[in-house]
């Protein structure tokens, strides 16, 4: 780090960052036919797989009937499906839709294309640097004080586990 920093600026330069790159990654977007509350459902969905509208209303942060009501927006939209929970019948799961596939697929493609295009004007050591910063945001965004506010996977009834990532079926 440059010595002549102040470490007392790193909390409040690294969330003004990180707020003007997710903000430059959102004018990037390659569809605007969701709201970015609806598309960070259907991103979750993509990342997590398969969840019951409680488990994402979980770990989106928002409160069931806030879920429940981008939920039927989506379905409306034809953008993800309800269909019926395999051992609980009082629950639902939630899935990807072919047009929500398609619709994470332009969005990711928008914003890589430009980050992409940005990242080739680094230097090796600059891209090495960054990264490096991947893991450590990663390390902050998992970080123990959130354990309390969203349950680990199997309390949350995803189908499938983290990784799961939903593909196309002929």
């Excluded at 909390?11 to 990037?28: E, F, I």
């Excluded at 309800?82 to 990807?96: F, K, M």
């Excluded at 080739?120 to 354990?147: F, H, N, Q, S």
């Amino acid at each position: 780090m440059n010595e002549n920093y102040d470490a007392d600026r790193l909390p409040g330069d690294l969330s003004l960052v990180v707020v003007r790159l997710a903000r430059r990654l959102r004018g990037r977007r390659g569809t605007k036919s969701v709201s970015l509350t609806q598309l960070s459902a259907l991103n979750t969905l993509h990342h997590e797989g398969p969840m019951t509208p409680g488990a994402l209303a979980m770990a989106e942060r928002v409160q069931p009937p806030s879920m429940t009501r981008v939920i039927a927006s989506l379905t409306e939209l034809g953008m993800v499906r309800r269909e019926p929970h395999p051992t609980d019948g009082r629950q639902a799961i939630v899935t990807l839709a072919e047009r929500g596939i398609d619709a994470i697929s332009a969005e990711l493609a928008a914003r890589e294309e430009w980050l992409s295009r940005r990242l080739a004007e680094l230097t090796p050591d600059e891209r090495e640097t960054l990264e490096k910063v991947v893991g450590i945001m990663d390390k902050i965004i998992r970080g123990d004080d959130d354990v309390d506010e969203i349950a680990p996977d199997s309390a949350m009834g995803t189908v499938g586990g983290r990784g799961y990532r939903l593909t196309r079926t002929a």
